[in-house]
């Protein structure tokens, strides 16, 4: 099958104060911590959608045949202006994809395991939607099928995935992320991280 990975990271990290995607995490960026593992996972593209900061962000990147940034000049609209970008740029440089995982750079605990256990249990199961479970709740990182990507371009302003997750829950699995709960929204988070 052939699945590919969008990483949206295109926001501004007001809350933080400064880009989280240039935080340091096990030796390197949090942008490329996440770049890393989605290019070991057995998905055949990694789309980097950046927006603010991109141009100190940008240099930051490690490339390869698997990676490709693309830059969300609408970012501010909210997280639904990255999904329609990724989507986008998916149909152009991958466009038999047969479906795409949406994932962020800010919850550190995501494998290449994890991301392979989205795929694995979307050929198993032929849901169209597999999800992270965690804290109760259904989200990211999360798989769609093709079919579902109009319904995700349809997305507008702050608007996330979980809005067309909770419209096909008859036809989302999931997969267990106990630590899916963990992102770095702020200073005091990233600290509590990295102790």
Not at 83 to 100: E, T, V
Not at 122 to 147: H, R, W
Request: glycine share 6%; hydrophobic share 40%.
């Amino acid at each position: 099958m052939n699945y590919s990975i969008i990483i949206l990271a295109a926001g501004s990290s007001t809350r933080f104060g400064k880009p989280k995607q240039l935080l340091n995490y096990k030796g390197r960026k949090l942008i490329q911590h996440i770049i890393s593992i989605a290019s070991e996972s057995v998905a055949n593209k990694t789309i980097v959608v950046l927006g603010a900061h991109h141009e100190l962000i940008s240099p930051q990147i490690e490339m390869n045949e698997k990676v490709h940034v693309f830059i969300n000049e609408e970012w501010n609209e909210g997280i639904a202006s990255s999904i329609r970008a990724g989507l986008k740029k998916l149909q152009i440089i991958n466009p038999a994809s047969d479906g795409a995982i949406l994932s962020v750079c800010d919850q550190p605990f995501i494998t290449t395991q994890l991301l392979n256990d989205l795929i694995a249990e979307k050929n198993q199961s032929q849901k169209n939607i597999v999800a992270c479970e965690y804290e109760n709740t259904m989200g990211i990182p999360v798989l769609f099928d093709k079919t579902l990507f109009p319904d995700l371009m349809e997305l507008k302003g702050d608007t996330g995935a979980k809005k067309i997750i909770m419209q096909h829950k008859s036809v989302t699995a999931t997969i267990s992320f106990p630590l899916g709960n963990i992102d770095i929204d702020t200073s005091e988070e990233y600290q509590a991280l990295m102790k």
